[in-house]
């Protein structure tokens, strides 16, 4: 789908957090325009107008050294009750021990600019590694891909709108990765939820993407903001958030182990009861 920045109304805001500082200077965007809407309320496979599924564990683990397999049964997603559910198990699957699930919205809802948000109640546990993110559209998915039109991470840019460690049950982190700042050095923050935990309800997790800076939400809290100029003060970074025509689109996934978390062991599952462990996701929705 293609989609135009609309209008950004930047206002200044003071914005008091508990676990971070921030400046008295961050922009804020106020859009309400609504161009998606995911709703999840019919039961059954997500809606294959909007979703693709990812399968299996791709290279090094999704280039991760993740320990799933992603499958498309519904014993790993599936929507009911008005709510997407992606459950990840311990089971002998195709050589892995784990299944679980990711689906993306490419070439199906893919959109430049605008406010992206998602109400989503998170799982716990040791190597609990759910996230809700975005690609620029020109990613190329598989080493060694001669597809003219596709380039290799991070140059077509990374927006982590939410990822969480299921043994930090209060935290959670934003994130950016593109050339010049990806992998361990992308420009990133967290927030601590205070006097809560996002595995006992649902909370709001949401960016707003201009040309110059995406800010990031949880419920009413901006609790970051990367800049194109926080950006081009590093060697090498390329800002390829306003590339003309660079489209993103939307990812859904719920990892078990890899770099970001610590791998759950035998004693983490049986003693604590990790497994199985479900992302719960209400809506999606984008407004410009």
Not at 16 to 25: A, K, P, R
Not at 90 to 97: A, H, K, L, P, V
Not at 100 to 124: M, Y
Not at 185 to 214: C, M, Q
């Amino acid at each position: 789908m293609k989609t135009n920045y609309i209008k950004y109304v930047l206002v200044l805001s003071l914005v008091i957090l508990f676990s971070c500082e921030t400046d008295e200077g961050q922009t804020v965007a106020t859009l309400n325009t609504l161009v998606m809407a995911e709703e999840f309320n019919v039961d059954g496979a997500p809606n294959s107008e909007l979703w693709n599924f990812d399968m299996g564990n791709s290279i090094n683990g999704w280039g991760n050294n993740e320990l799933q397999y992603y499958t498309d049964r519904p014993e790993n997603v599936v929507v009911e009750n008005g709510v997407l559910i992606i459950t990840a198990q311990q089971e002998s699957f195709d050589n892995f021990q784990f299944t679980s699930a990711r689906i993306n919205t490419r070439d199906k809802f893919e959109f430049q600019f605008g406010r992206v948000e998602a109400r989503i109640q998170l799982p716990v546990g040791v190597g609990m590694w759910p996230a809700f993110w975005m690609l620029g559209a020109n990613w190329e998915p598989l080493e060694g891909d001669d597809d003219p039109t596709t380039v290799a991470w991070p140059a077509p840019g990374e927006i982590d709108i939410m990822e969480y460690r299921g043994f930090e049950p209060t935290i959670v982190h934003g994130s950016m990765h593109a050339p010049g700042f990806s992998g361990a050095n992308a420009l990133t923050k967290t927030f601590r939820i205070p006097n809560d935990r996002l595995d006992s309800g649902f909370h709001i997790y949401g960016i707003e993407w201009s040309p110059d800076a995406v800010n990031f939400y949880i419920d009413d809290v901006l609790y970051n903001q990367i800049t194109r100029a926080q950006a081009e003060e590093i060697e090498g970074a390329n800002w390829v958030f306003d590339d003309e025509d660079q489209e993103f689109f939307i990812l859904l996934n719920l990892a078990v182990g890899g770099d970001f978390v610590q791998n759950p062991s035998s004693a983490d599952i049986i003693n604590s009861g990790a497994l199985p462990q479900r992302m719960l996701v209400d809506y999606i929705r984008v407004y410009q």
